[in-house]
């Protein structure tokens, strides 16, 4: 296993050897679970578009709380001083928990992929729609997570990750509500920089490559910032 797998093993283990993994996999399941059913029953339509962006919103409460702990409390205690000493890289840490961290994320959105079943028998849901409703999930999850990587380098504090994490979400979040007030250049700009807006295309069953170039992007340089804030404290 190479180190970043290890790093990655170490830390999904640590996940659930405590509560937090079972509380808030329970509670994104049940919220999940409870706006599938109240739109299913209300629109009687035989797919999730809207489903995956309820369920993407609650990703913009559950990744902070995922991700608040990985290196804020490793910094706190000082247990991140071991592990920058130990024969791995700056590179290898950061990938290796922005990894285990997204290996969660795909296992609770993986538990609800018993609704399309459910779907099947109210219909005959499209299943490109459905896969690539998913992939955008994962593309959304994936970004939240590299966010709240960055803003755990960033500070000792679980609690202030928590919050810096959440705050930048929503603001990449709703930023693009302000697209169609703002001049037109300004207007795209915000379009493109919006998470909403690239993940709407997916949740429409549309996989265009310049989305998955964005979420890809944004992925690479919030690792990148958290790879350079653990560097710093070398030079503290």
Same mark, same amino acid.
């Given at each position: ?10 830390? *999904? ?90 290996? *969660? ?33 994962? *593309? ?97």
């Amino acid at each position: 296993m190479t180190r970043i797998g290890l790093i990655a093993y170490r830390e *999904l283990r640590s996940y659930f050897a405590s509560w937090m993994a079972y509380v808030v996999g329970a509670g994104f399941l049940g919220i999940s679970g409870f706006i599938f059913w109240v739109i299913l029953m209300g629109a009687r339509q035989a797919e999730m578009r809207w489903s995956f962006h309820n369920m993407a919103v609650t990703l913009l409460f559950v990744c902070p709380l995922l991700t608040m702990r990985l290196l804020a409390e490793e910094r706190r205690s000082g247990t991140i001083e071991l592990l920058l000493t130990s024969p791995v890289t700056d590179v290898q840490v950061i990938v290796g928990k922005f990894l285990a961290a997204v290996g *969660l994320l795909a296992a609770m959105v993986a538990a609800t992929a018993h609704f399309p079943l459910i779907l099947a028998q109210y219909g005959s849901p499209d299943p490109g729609p459905l896969m690539s409703g998913y992939l955008g999930l994962l *593309l959304v999850g994936a970004s939240f997570m590299a966010v709240g990587v960055l803003a755990s380098s960033l500070t000792e504090s679980q609690v202030v990750a928590g919050l810096l994490s959440f705050g930048a979400l929503l603001g990449l979040w709703i930023i693009g509500w302000g697209a169609d007030q703002a001049a037109s250049t300004t207007g795209e700009i915000l379009r493109q920089l919006s998470i909403l807006n690239h993940f709407d295309d997916l949740a429409k069953g549309v996989i265009d490559s310049k989305d998955l170039i964005f979420y890809l992007s944004f992925i690479a340089v919030c690792l990148f910032g958290a790879v350079r804030a653990l560097e710093s404290r070398k030079w503290r």
